[in-house]
């Protein structure tokens, strides 16, 4: 699965595109958009000033360490 954008909470700074390692991640109308290939690393999350995307996957894999 891969990362989730909460559209109310993102502003569409692009901090995010950035960072990403895979290069999957886009800002369409002030929006951040995830495109396939995501590897759920987290990595956006991390630097999400606003809380904005979360990797439900990511979260699964560290509980079950």
Not at 13 to 21: A, D, E, K, T
Not at 22 to 30: N, S
Not at 45 to 58: F, G, L, M, Q, S
């Amino acid at each position: 699965m891969a990362a989730r954008v909460d559209e109310s909470k993102c502003v569409g700074c692009g901090g995010c595109i950035y960072m990403c390692p895979v290069g999957v991640l886009e800002i369409i109308d002030m929006k951040c958009r995830v495109h396939e290939g995501c590897t759920d690393c987290g990595t956006c999350e991390d630097v999400c000033n606003w809380k904005a995307i979360t990797v439900p996957d990511r979260k699964k894999q560290a509980a079950s360490q």
